[in-house]
């Protein structure tokens, strides 16, 4: 059977929803709320939040000089940085898992020409980041 997404199952669209509040809304109490998912859902959210400045110079680092996420939109910006959050300090979760979980939470806030380009721009940042730490790990 397969699991039908939405907002209450999907811990990926509540990470959005509190990191939109926190960052765009100067939403300074965090709440959350009894989930089956609430330690991962609290340790993205915090962490993105801790290491946000991190997460910005490793997207203009790693997306080139044309590259500006302060025009994308909003919604668009708080999901690349949680998943490159997840790409950076989550290393034993699989890249295909996080970009899959990321568009599919992604159907809730941007549309279909958004979501490929987020797919073009997730892949584009796991490969760079996951290599390059790869090897700095292993050195």
Same mark, same amino acid.
């Not at 109490?29 to 989930?35: A, Y």
């Given at each position: 059977?397969?699991?039908? $997404? @939405?907002?209450?199952?999907?811990?990926?669209? !509540?990470?959005? *929803?509190?990191? $939109?509040?926190?960052? $765009?809304? %100067?939403? %300074?109490?965090?709440?959350?709320?009894?989930?089956?998912?609430?330690?991962?859902?609290?340790?993205?959210?915090?962490?993105?939040?801790?290491? %946000?400045? !991190?997460?910005?110079?490793?997207?203009?680092?790693?997306?080139?000089?044309?590259?500006?996420?302060?025009?994308?939109?909003?919604?668009? *910006?708080?999901?690349?940085?949680?998943?490159?959050?997840?790409?950076? $300090?989550?290393?034993?979760?699989?890249?295909? !898992?996080?970009?899959?979980?990321?568009?599919?939470?992604?159907?809730?806030?941007?549309?279909? @020409? *958004?979501?490929?380009?987020?797919?073009?721009?997730?892949?584009?940042?796991?490969?760079?980041?996951?290599?390059? %730490?790869?090897? !700095?790990?292993?050195?």
């Amino acid at each position: 059977m397969r699991l039908k $997404y @939405s907002a209450k199952n999907n811990p990926r669209v !509540i990470i959005i *929803q509190k990191l $939109y509040s926190v960052l $765009y809304n %100067n939403d %300074n109490k965090i709440e959350f709320p009894k989930h089956r998912f609430k330690k991962f859902i609290k340790d993205i959210v915090l962490g993105t939040i801790e290491r %946000n400045e !991190i997460i910005i110079e490793e997207l203009d680092r790693n997306l080139g000089v044309d590259f500006n996420l302060f025009k994308l939109d909003k919604t668009f *910006q708080i999901i690349l940085k949680s998943a490159t959050y997840e790409i950076l $300090y989550k290393p034993n979760v699989s890249i295909k !898992i996080i970009i899959k979980e990321y568009l599919n939470a992604s159907n809730f806030f941007l549309d279909n @020409s *958004q979501i490929k380009y987020l797919n073009a721009l997730l892949d584009n940042v796991a490969k760079r980041l996951r290599y390059s %730490n790869a090897w !700095i790990w292993s050195n």
